[in-house]
T-cell receptor, first 115, second 111 residues
Framework: DSGVTQTPKHLITATGQRVTLRCSPR?????VYWYQQSLDQGLQFLIQ???????AKGNILERFSAQQFPDLHSELNLSSLELGDSALYFC??????????????FGEGSRLTVL | GESVGLHLPTLSVQEGDNSIINCAYS??????FIWYKQESGKGPQFIID?????DKRQGQRVTVLLNKTVKHLSLQIAATQPGDSAVYFC??????????FGTGTQLKVEL
């Protein structure tokens, strides 16, 4: 158990819909990262938050957005869903201060299926 | 741009043998590398890391080798066990404080 909690574990929805994925980092970790894992793309970095502020951005679509709340949990919002958004979405947290990226602790992931 | 690739998508080894998983990276400015293991249905799990000022680091049954001249990273697993069966990813930290992951190598341990 990495200490990172993600909900929901599974989610099935239809094209055009909007979903919210939630992540609670390990106790004390200030950085939260979101990754997308699909069969043909591997693990793709989406975005990083550090202590409530966006720190780094990857290949995140404009239809996707994220935020980190004062209690450090994070949410990833996916809107206008398309079939190609079906994937595993991982949240990870890091113990490093200053927002530097080092060893990441991953949650179990949220499997999104868009029909 | 940054890219991390793996030489072999699937590696099959006999139980008890040593495994070597290779990874090529393209960003010569990357300063930190990590190997992750992902078992079916689970999130990636940290195995070992190495900084760019090192060329070798050992852990429990695992060794990571870094060759910056040819931009090559490898993970060696000694006495491979059935529990080592998983997908292994290398990742590099390049510009922008981002970890870029390779596409993964499936390690299959045969009894």
């Amino acid at each position: 158990d990495s200490g990172v909690t993600q909900t929901p574990k599974h989610l099935i929805t239809a094209t055009g819909q909007r979903v919210t994925l939630r992540c609670s980092p390990r106790s004390g970790d200030l950085s939260v990262y979101w990754y997308q894992q699909s069969l043909d793309q591997g693990l793709q970095f989406l975005i990083q938050y550090y202590n409530g502020e966006e720190r780094a951005k990857g290949n995140i679509l404009e239809r996707f957005s994220a935020q980190q709340f004062p209690d450090l949990h994070s949410e990833l919002n996916l809107s206008s869903l398309e079939l190609g958004d079906s994937a595993l979405y991982f949240c990870a947290s890091s113990v490093l201060t200053g927002g530097a990226t080092g060893e990441l602790f991953f949650g179990e992931g949220s499997r999104l299926t868009v029909l | 741009g940054e890219s991390v690739g793996l030489h072999l998508p699937t590696l099959s080894v006999q139980e008890g043998d040593n495994s070597i998983i290779n990874c090529a990276y393209s960003n010569s400015a990357s300063d930190y590398f990590i190997w992750y293991k992902q078992e079916s249905g689970k999130g990636p799990q940290f195995i070992i890391d190495i900084r760019s000022n090192m060329d070798k680091r050992q852990g429990q049954r695992v060794t990571v080798l870094l060759n910056k001249t040819v931009k090559h990273l490898s993970l060696q697993i000694a006495a491979t066990q059935p529990g080592d069966s998983a997908v292994y990813f290398c990742a590099e930290r390049g510009g922008g404080n981002k970890l870029t992951f390779g596409t993964g190598t499936q390690l299959k341990v045969e009894l």
